[in-house]
């Protein structure tokens, strides 16, 4: 039996032995994959909507953390066994896989959408997938990776810390470290889950011969089987399968195959207005019958236990169903008051909302007041994501609610109730508004969380402040379009390898940040016109971002900073760069 140093070190050495998979696999995505299909002329915003900001995340990996783990596990344990302190470099960098979980869903639906309709995006894929590297998996598959390796990096901690010393020098880094990467796995699971479903649904779809466009994330497959269905002429019995999803049931017919089974759709009944009911027929046992808006089919299950189950889990999926139908009308309702309810001071206010990169729209007001609710009307109902949170919106359990303060589109979770100064109710206002509200005589404990509120609002806001900062100043930012913006720029002190951008205080939004390893930092080339002067430019594989500075000077010193930054060169980055 090993001893408990002994121990360590095995995870240590699992921990060293996963990353360099992982690192390969990072490579596999950005530089063969995206390469291959910029190389074959599909669009940048196609390639961008699908990787995200993996190459972020492999330079990170390929050029900080997995050097770093190398060295110590391999030349330094007999003197340092340690991997807290070096886990804990990863927490700024967390932020770069909450961006690609976030955005994972609609990349599976953008590589989807390809496969089906663009020949030159399924030509190279395909034979990426034919090559030894890509171990017969998917791309889909290789995608996933990203995501589930944060909740590898929990799985490792929880292990070394359960073998590590109490009194061990790398407790505490360690126990900070998994505080921090546990609640990013958090997100991570969420998205596996979410994966194995589609994933469910794309074998399905498979074994239909691509007949039904079933690939959707609202659809889920519930139950399926082989049933017989009793011919309505002469009653004889005839082999048939089920495919039960939330909204239909597919009714399909075995197709004879030598290798692997396929069917081929027969019905498609939608289970709104579906009735299911046990029958009785003479000589004939285990019979239901499942009524749809156009056919009526009697069915027969191999033993009664079967049939019941099949019974109870259609009518199940029926009532749920009819409950989401309700909550998602009664949902319309609401949000058509929200609508007609909405005072005028919140269009203007949204719409400078709406000026801030990243939103939806971006223009003057102008015209009659009718028309200025339409187009804010129309605008808002286009948002799909909460203006906090920037979680996506869905009709069952994340609903879009309006702030009455400002008029801000937001969820149900970043908002609270208050009672507003020309109307007694208590109205739903988001946050940031509710902070900034006088008090009013709601329940017990509001003022409590509002206090607790404004003092994490505050601690976020003084973490970007000048004094904690390595550097910090305005620029003008411009990522998308010809339209320039006031940002204030700054690189906390303690995350020195990422650049937070924070717009006007009346934005509302959070400031965005940009972990920096992984880019380039230069000057626009000769091709590249602008009005504005003293301009440098961040650039990754697939992302390019400007900035204008107000003289040559700042211009110089961003340069520097953001260089060092961009290679992992944290120490005596603001050595003689003062903020100005």
């Not at 190459?55 to 391999?74: A, D, N, V, W």
């Not at 017919?253 to 498609?268: A, M, N």
């Not at 007001?365 to 009307?377: E, F, H, I, Y």
């Not at 009005?531 to 900035?547: A, D, G, M, N, P």
Request: with cysteine; glycine share 6%; hydrophobic share 35%.
């Amino acid at each position: 039996q090993c001893t408990e140093p002994q121990q360590l070190f095995n995870i240590a050495n699992e921990l060293l032995h996963t990353e360099e998979a992982y690192v390969k696999r990072l490579h596999l995505l950005d530089q063969v994959f995206c390469t291959k299909l910029s190389e074959a002329g599909i669009s940048s915003e196609v390639i961008t909507g699908i990787f995200s900001n993996i190459s972020s995340i492999y330079c990170f990996h390929g050029q900080f953390l997995l050097p770093e783990l190398k060295t110590r596990i391999t030349q330094e344990w007999s003197v340092n066994p340690r991997l807290g302190d070096i886990l804990q470099k990863l927490a700024p960098f967390l932020k770069m896989y909450g961006e690609y979980v976030k955005n994972f869903d609609r990349a599976m639906d953008i590589v989807n959408t390809c496969m089906q309709r663009s020949s030159p995006f399924k030509d190279v894929v395909q034979n990426i997938q034919k090559q030894e590297v890509c171990g017969n998996l998917t791309l889909q598959h290789h995608m996933l990776e990203p995501v589930q390796r944060i909740p590898r990096y929990e799985l490792l901690l929880k292990d070394y810390l359960k073998k590590l010393p109490e009194e061990s020098p790398d407790r505490k880094d360690a126990e900070k470290s998994l505080e921090l990467i546990s609640t990013a796995a958090n997100h991570s699971n969420a998205a596996i889950r979410k994966m194995e479903k589609m994933h469910k649904l794309l074998e399905v779809y498979e074994r239909l011969g691509g007949e039904e466009d079933i690939v959707n994330p609202a659809n889920e497959l519930i139950k399926e089987g082989h049933i017989q269905k009793l011919s309505a002429k002469n009653g004889t019995a005839q082999d048939r399968y089920l495919f039960l999803f939330n909204s239909m049931v597919l009714y399909c017919v075995p197709k004879l195959r030598l290798i692997g089974q396929k069917f081929s759709v027969r019905e498609k009944m939608d289970i709104a207005g579906l009735q299911v009911q046990e029958i009785a027929k003479q000589n004939v046992a285990h019979t239901f019958s499942i009524t749809g808006k156009k056919r009526s089919l009697e069915l027969q299950a191999r033993t009664e236990e079967e049939k019941r189950e099949w019974i109870h889990v259609i009518q199940a999926t029926i009532e749920k169903h009819k409950q989401n139908s309700e909550t998602f009308r009664a949902f319309n309702s609401s949000f058509s008051q929200e609508e007609e309810h909405l005072p005028d001071s919140s269009i203007a206010s949204t719409s400078s909302v709406e000026s801030m990169p990243g939103a939806d729209g971006g223009g003057a007001l102008g015209g009659t007041d009718s028309s200025r609710k339409s187009s804010k009307s129309k605008r808002d109902k286009e948002k799909q994501a909460c203006k906090s949170c920037s979680e996506s919106f869905n009709s069952i359990t994340k609903r879009r609610h309006h702030c009455k303060q400002c008029g801000a589109v937001i969820c149900a979770k970043c908002s609270e109730f208050k009672s507003l100064a020309d109307n007694s109710r208590h109205n739903r206002v988001c946050k940031e508004c509710f902070l900034q509200l006088p008090a009013s005589p709601c329940s017990p404990g509001v003022e409590a969380v509002g206090e607790q509120k404004k003092r994490l609002a505050a601690e976020k806001q003084s973490i970007l402040a000048a004094e904690n900062s390595l550097f910090s100043s305005y620029l003008q930012f411009l990522e998308k379009g010809k339209t320039w913006y006031k940002m204030w720029v700054t690189i906390p002190k303690s995350e020195p390898l990422v650049l937070y951008l924070q717009g006007s205080s009346q934005d509302g939004r959070s400031p965005r940040p940009i972990p920096l390893p992984g880019y380039e930092v230069s000057l626009p080339g000769s091709g590249e016109k602008f009005e504005v002067k003293h301009i440098f430019k961040l650039c990754q594989s697939h992302q390019t971002l400007y900035f204008s500075a107000e003289d040559e000077e700042l211009q110089m010193k961003w340069m520097e900073i953001l260089t060092k930054a961009a290679k992992g060169e944290t120490e005596d980055t603001a050595e003689g760069l003062g903020n100005p």
